[in-house]
């Protein structure tokens, strides 16, 4: 009993001396395991940052072989960009004076064009006025030549072709004797005051000539009045471009 109770008692001392080793040595451990562990991660990072060390020296190696070719670049075409920058603020000013004159040419070009249809107008009112007034006349001295060739010259005395050559008689430019003689023919045949009949070749000379000196201003109011059609036309081209 005495031995059996003396084991039992060394055991029980050996127990206890095993926990209080295990409860002193596993707080140990652990702050070892730590320790470890954070070993393990620091050497992992600094794994991790010596590869982006390299990373980063391989980048500041040809990185600054880049900027400083890209310095060089800049500095080479800074000069020509600032000259076409400058060149372009110029282009645009001059355009931007050049909109201002035309805007104000364009205006003055309406009134111009506006006035020059109006002259224009009146020329041809004016023209086709005249060319009707002279190729009425042409047609009555012609009417007129005729029947006195014809001899019937006492019949176109009462016409209004022949009122019309008594009015040319008086508005036309004639020498004063080519006037009167004119004149008394077409008063009725009568002769002057001293008696004188005039012969109807005298008559039909004169009559002659007025229609070759009408058919001469016909033909130049003709050729003014195309003239001015043209220069209108040429005009008004010029002013819509």
Known sequence: MVALRTIVMVAALLGGVQAREELTVNPIRRVVTLLQKMQKKVADEGKRDG????KYMCYCTTGKKDLEQSIKTAETEMPQITSALTEAKAKKGQLQSDLKTHRSDRVDARDALAKATAIRKKEASTFAQEEADTKANLQALRKGIDAIEKGASAGFLQTS??????RMAISMELTSGDRDMLSSFLSQGQSDENGYAPASGEITGIL???EEDMSKDLSDITATEESAKTNFEELVSAMNK
Request: hydrophobic share 60%; proline share 0%.
């Open 51 to 54: 590869a982006l060390f390299e």
């Open 161 to 166: 072709s022949a009122a019309v050559l008594r």
């Open 208 to 210: 002659k000539t007025m």
